[in-house]
């Protein structure tokens, strides 16, 4: 039997590599890079602690607790991606603010005139007062 055959054979019915197992192993190695020039032996050892938590996922037989451990890190990821691109499309348009109504939190799209204003926020129907800058 090769080595392929065997190796095949130890993963059935094991979790395997996902997305949680990329990024500790980026963060490993931005650490074991870090280290190069800090020379620190905690931070070795922090190093070797993340890849044997990576290496212990994919060889693990437990499949949903690796699964729910994704799950989180990819809501994660989501909800990062998902802040930056808000934050884009902001900082893209310059024709409007955005403001936060103070009783329900809703992000209101207003657009942009010099002055002080009174707006009624379409989800809750509080007024509140909006001062604005600059204009366009």
């Known amino acids: 039997m090769n080595f392929r055959y065997r190796l095949y054979q130890?993963?059935?019915?094991?979790?395997?590599?996902?997305?949680?197992?990329?990024?500790l192993s980026a963060v490993s190695c931005?650490?074991?890079?870090?280290?190069?020039?800090?020379?620190?032996?905690?931070?070795?050892?922090?190093?070797?602690l993340v890849m044997l938590f990576a290496i212990f996922r994919v060889i693990s037989r437990n499949i949903p607790a690796r699964q729910r451990e994704n799950k989180w890190?990819?809501?994660l990821i989501l909800r990062f991606y998902n802040y930056r691109r808000v934050r884009l499309q902001r900082k893209a348009d310059f024709s409007h603010i955005y403001k936060k109504c103070p009783a329900c939190k809703a992000i209101l799209?207003?657009?942009?005139?010099?002055?002080?204003?009174?707006?009624?926020?379409?989800?809750?129907?509080?007024?509140?007062?909006?001062?604005?800058?600059?204009?366009?």
């Open 10 to 23: 130890f993963m059935l019915g094991r979790y395997g590599v996902d997305e949680l197992f990329i990024v």
């Open 73 to 75: 890190v990819k809501g």
């Open 109 to 136: 799209r207003l657009p942009k005139r010099k002055g002080k204003h009174t707006t009624v926020c379409p989800k809750c129907g509080k007024q509140f007062k909006v001062r604005v800058r600059k204009g366009y």
């Open 30 to 48: 931005v650490l074991a890079f870090t280290n190069c020039f800090v020379r620190s032996f905690v931070l070795q050892l922090v190093v070797y």
